[in-house]
């Protein structure tokens, strides 16, 4: 259905070289690609993340993975003068005012770490932090499937769920920085721990490693499935794209796990549109096709789920940026460094 919200963005004429180097950090690796006024990666790479051996250590492998961006672009002697800005996606809990990264579970080497500082120092140009969900969100409302919509839900579902706001163009950061934590919200008081430590949260429920979960104590308590041949009888080796595959061949078992997840996503969605009433919500991450084929499901559930009577005038739809959504989200935060090609 068509959004009234919905904004026309007049073509800028681009008269000036304006490039930023995007970096997303994870736990294994850094990978940083230069990234143009139309959100389109023009060189990446990426290098492995070293996160138990120093800060030092760490910093130098971002180092590596910047410099090997801007040298495979031919641009390494003339960095300073066009590259106008880094930005970087990094696992938090962190602080997006300051730049700091406070003590990520993934990356023990930084407890209280000034990155933007550091990477400030090192290229002397601007640089911008801020955690995955928010990245891809405003990747996803500059140049992605949020384009043109003013107010954008987005939420990564994989091995967590990860969520990020976009409010008239802006990141909704809170008053902390610390606003956002869709994935944890919950549904259900009396439910499974989620590893953040409250219950019922929806990552506990509906995230890759839930899905998986639900379909194994089926199978525990009997339940004949196609699962069991796929897995190799060993059903704790039972994953998400495993009970894809056993759904797209009629098997019982993943249709009644995945049509559980369907309900429980349109019960947390519906939630978000009371609160929030975004203008489009967009579904990311390893989990993301999984659920495509579900979301006319979930948009017809929604009236039973919230109070908004136009609950299914938001679209729900895909994310455009797949495994690249951290390069292009890490340089979105720079967006002010670009001039926005329609």
């Known amino acids: 259905m068509g959004n009234p919200s919905r904004t026309t963005t007049q073509p800028n004429r681009f008269t000036e070289p304006a490039l930023v180097i995007g970096v997303d950090i994870g736990g294994t690796k850094v990978a940083a690609g230069l990234v143009d006024e139309r959100g389109m990666i023009l060189h990446q790479a990426r290098v492995p993340m070293v996160a138990d051996r120093g800060a030092d250590v760490a910093l130098e492998a971002v180092r590596t993975a910047i410099d090997s961006v801007a040298s495979d672009a031919r641009l390494h002697s003339e960095a300073y003068g066009i590259i106008s800005a880094i930005g970087i996606c990094c696992p938090g809990p962190l602080n997006p005012n300051t730049g700091i990264i406070i003590n990520p579970p993934n990356l023990p080497c930084w407890r209280d770490f000034p990155l933007t500082k550091e990477i400030s120092r090192i290229y002397g140009v601007n640089v911008k932090v801020d955690n995955d969900g928010n990245a891809a969100a405003l990747a996803e409302a500059l140049w992605g499937a949020g384009r043109g919509y003013p107010n954008v839900f987005l939420a990564t579902i994989g091995t967590g769920i990860g969520t990020g706001i976009v409010m008239e163009g802006q990141i909704y950061h809170g008053r902390t920085g610390a606003a956002g934590e869709g994935g944890h919200l919950s549904i259900d008081y009396r439910g499974p721990r989620c590893g953040c430590g409250k219950l019922g949260c929806i990552e506990a429920l509906a995230s890759g490693p839930a899905i998986a979960n639900r379909a194994r104590t089926k199978l525990a308590a009997g339940a004949s499935s196609a699962l069991i041949g796929l897995c190799g009888g060993k059903l704790d080796l039972i994953t998400s794209e ?18 559980e997840t369907v309900e429980l996503l349109s019960v947390w969605l519906g939630n978000i549109i009371d609160l929030l009433e975004p203008d489009i919500m967009i579904m990311g991450g390893g989990c993301a096709s999984l659920l495509e084929p579900f979301f006319p499901q979930i948009q017809a559930r929604l009236p039973a789920c919230c109070v908004n009577s136009r609950c299914q005038e938001i679209p729900l739809v895909m994310a455009r940026f797949g495994e690249d959504a951290g390069i292009v989200g890490g340089a979105a935060f720079c967006a002010q460094n670009l001039r926005i090609r329609a």
């Open 242 to 259: 495993m009970i894809g595959t056993a759904y797209a061949s009629g098997d019982p078992v993943a249709k009644q796990t995945l049509e």
